[in-house]
């Protein structure tokens, strides 16, 4: 038997690729004579019609055609119809902050390690993300685990009025005014077995982002997000106490926000043993900038990578050399000879000799340096042999056991 789209649907229980378009969906159409002339629709509605300077193309008409169907404007121009991917729709939808773009999104993602199929028996998966943004980063984050939460139940029919007091009936007898919609999305919300809390200080951009993640294919990534607004750490903080335990709670952070290093205790504090923290920041001093603060304060962070993004079409990140050292002993200047290295220093040392120590022979004359020892300074490059082109950084980071420290 040859199954009909609306069937396919319905024994899916989703509506999805294979399917011909319907009201509410988001399509990418490409110009058929220019594949770099293209539109992101919004939700298709009969009622409305998009504007091009290649003439206008009803809604209408794109309803109920398939993937790679034509649809011709009103001035006789072909436009192919596409299901519109996730890389695609994060980039092409209106945004009021600058997001992290899908390639990087995707290594983010990888580098967390995320397991969702193994949160049932390793235990729930709480990622934090600061700031939201955009909501570019937790569609991706949202994708990627997915699989481990169970389908959100169904909204009950809504209620007839009770035929003797007139009150819905499935309302609470308490008179909480909660339903048993409510409690069974708030029971599904608890069993979650893994949930992104995402937070940012501005009410305008966690609106839109939420309006993001819920216009992604109906929604269908946006049950696994929490949306928070307010300061990171501060949220942390009330998270504590919401919970009623010092006890970190999160498996994974990432930090894309201004003033990282304000918040590495507090993450670190929520941070579960051996859990990861990326940041983001658009330059290695600011990572430099975290270093620093992990070393001064002590904070149970130890840095396992940095890593320059790349923006050459490469892909997987560029290795980078960053640690807190102390030398073993007085470098030994040799004239003539420069280095782009970028090195931070702590204490009255020439930057330009400690350059060159660094350079020459790094595992002869520096030991990783201690938080108590004063005059540390940083190693800081682009690691050996690795192509050099430019890009935003990310530092990952692993929670250290206080017991389990070098
Ligand atoms: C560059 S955007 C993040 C983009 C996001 N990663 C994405 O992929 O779309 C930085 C965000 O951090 C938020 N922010 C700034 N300070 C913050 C704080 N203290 N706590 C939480 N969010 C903050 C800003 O409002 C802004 O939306």
Partial sequence: MRLTAAPLRQICGQRRTLATFVERDIVLLRQKLNQDNFILTKPLNPANRISTHKGDISHSDIIGKSPRDLVTSSAGHDYRVHNVTLAEYVSLTRRLVTPIYPADANLIVSLLDLHPSA?????????????????????????????????????????????????????????????????????????????????????????????????????????????????????????????????????????????????????ASALKNDGTLIIFNPSITQIVDCVQKIKQQDIPLFLDQTLELGNNGTSGGKPWDLRAVKPRAAPKVQSGEESSDCVQSSGSEEPEKQDQNITRDPAQTLTEAKPEEPNWTFVCRPKVGERIIGGGFLGVFRKMNNSARP
């Fill in 119 to 267: 949160a049932h028996e390793a235990g729930k998966l709480e990622i934090l993300e600061a700031g939201t943004g955009h909501g570019a980063l937790t569609l991706h984050l949202s994708r990627a685990i997915h699989a481990a939460n169970s389908q959100k139940p169904k909204p009950l029919p809504s209620p007839a009025p009770d035929s003797v007091g007139g009150e819905p009936a499935t309302e609470d007898s308490s008179g909480s005014g909660q339903t048993e919609s409510d409690d069974a999305l708030t029971a599904w919300k608890a069993s979650r077995k893994a949930v992104i809390h995402t937070i940012d200080i501005s009410p305008k951009y966690s609106k839109h982002a939420a309006k993001v993640v819920a216009g992604f294919r109906h929604g269908l990534y946006a049950d696994n997000v929490d949306f928070h607004v307010g300061d990171a750490s501060g949220w942390i903080k009330s998270e504590h106490e919401r919970r009623n335990s010092d006890q970190p709670f999160l498996t994974h952070a990432f930090l894309d926000l201004p003033a990282t290093h304000d918040h590495l205790s507090a993450v």
